[in-house]
């Protein structure tokens, strides 16, 4: 029986499953370890701020120091500069008026939009009954007011502009409803207020502001363009006040700059060029 008990007590061990004696990891050491993450991560989060905030004050020398106020009074400066005047006169149903904004004018106004004032006007004629008459008839008229009210409700060139040449490269479309939403959707308008805009107080208010654009475009004479004396007889006094009556004519400045029409240009002193009309804007700009 002890033979038996001796041989439970005592079991054989192989060599390769010994264990050898445990050890307790040093608890000392864990504080240490704790310690030196926290400085790593420090390190790495802290370290392009400090970057910053080591370098140096550098002092300029007070011949080439900024007098002092003299930098806000430059920012104003350049902030009170007065912007050039910049105007197309156009029939929204024309092919030139198409090809004139799309050629000339917003690619123009994309570099120099912060140095113009920038104004789209509307060629026609104003007839006894306080109406307007155009010439590609009453659907050009209702493009013109519905061009008109969107300038009116969204006064950013970068936005009524973008409008105008959407519905103006279809126009053989307007005044249509198809048309004048998808490019509503387009420039981010809200197209009911467009409409209601066009058919304010019966249409009068739509009316009032086309004839007050044509009156505009009609009051512009040629006799305050020095250049075109060279192209037409401005002893003709039916010529002298005939105002602006082909689209698309551009203006810069009070005068006029260029002129599409039947598909070409004309009158362009400066030539048709879109460099050659920034570079006169720039310069416009710059003297002012």
Request: a negative charge; glycine letters at 4%.
């Amino acid at each position: 029986m002890d033979e038996k008990l001796a041989k439970y007590e005592q079991p054989g061990t192989p060599d390769d499953a010994t264990m050898g004696p445990y050890k307790r990891p040093a608890r000392r050491l864990r504080p240490l370890l704790i310690l030196t993450l926290v400085l790593v991560c420090i390190y790495h989060y802290a370290r392009p701020v400090a970057s910053f905030s080591l370098l140096p004050h550098v002092e300029l020398p007070a011949s080439i120091r900024m007098p002092e106020g003299s930098q806000q009074k430059a920012m104003t400066t350049a902030a009170d500069k007065p912007l050039v005047p910049l105007e197309a006169h156009i029939m929204s149903k024309c092919p030139d008026a198409r090809d004139c904004l799309r050629m000339m004018v917003l690619p123009t106004m994309q570099r120099v939009v912060d140095k113009v004032n920038f104004t789209l006007s509307y060629i026609g004629t104003p007839t006894e009954n306080d109406g307007v008459q155009c010439k590609h008839g009453a659907e050009e008229c209702l493009g013109n007011i519905m061009l008109l009210c969107a300038a009116s409700l969204y006064p950013d060139p970068k936005t009524y502009l973008g409008f105008a040449m959407c519905m103006i490269k279809d126009y053989e479309d307007i005044p249509q409803r198809n048309l004048i939403a998808d490019c509503a959707l387009e420039h981010a308008m809200d197209f009911e207020k467009l409409s209601d805009c066009s058919s304010q107080d019966d249409g009068a208010f739509g009316v009032d502001m086309l004839r007050n654009s044509v009156r505009r475009s009609a009051e512009v004479t040629l006799k305050t363009l020095p250049f075109v004396q060279s192209h037409i007889a401005l002893s003709d006094p039916e010529i002298q006040q005939a105002g602006v009556t082909k689209s698309c004519t551009v203006r810069v400045n009070e005068e006029i700059y260029c002129v599409r029409d039947d598909g070409e240009w004309s009158s362009c002193p400066h030539g048709p060029g879109v460099n050659d009309l920034v570079l006169e804007i720039e310069k416009l700009y710059l003297s002012s």
